[in-house]
Nanobody
Framework: QVQLVESGGGLVQAGGSLRLSCAIS????????MGWFRQAPGKEREFVTA????????NSVDSVKGRFTISGDNAKNAVSLQMNSLKPEDTAVYYC?????????????????WGQGTQVTVSS
């Protein structure tokens, strides 16, 4: 099992920045990729961005490209999401997720383990 704990959410004005962190524990050696997802009120959870744990390659959805940056630290078993130029439509609960199987990591597929989520609210 892999355990994930997010932190860093909060309330910010449009145009502002927030940094989310995710601490990884348990069977960390099984992690192949880490991702961030979000779920806005009344909407389904959606993939935001991910990083390959072995190569460091990243991928993000178009709506956050140029604004959000995912980074990972294998040695510290942590992943972060730097969010800049935040918009009201970024308001959601953000989830950290881990993937232990190969393939599909960059498209948000097959993530096995999930954190409890952290609320991000962007006011206009």
């Amino acid at each position: 099992q892999v355990q994930l704990v997010e932190s860093g959410g909060g309330l910010v004005q449009a145009g502002g920045s927030l940094r989310l962190s995710c601490a990884i524990s348990g069977r960390t050696f099984s992690v192949r990729a880490m991702g961030w997802f979000r779920q806005a009120p009344g909407k389904e959870r959606e993939f935001v961005t991910a990083i390959s744990w072995s190569s460091g390659a990243t991928n993000s959805v178009d709506s956050v490209k140029g604004r959000f940056t995912i980074s990972g630290d294998n040695a510290k078993n942590a992943v972060s999401l730097q969010m800049n130029s935040l918009k009201p439509e970024d308001t959601a609960v953000y989830y950290c997720a881990a993937k232990s199987s190969a393939g599909g990591w960059s498209m948000g597929h097959g993530y096995d383990y999930w954190g409890q989520g952290t609320q991000v609210t962007v006011s206009s």
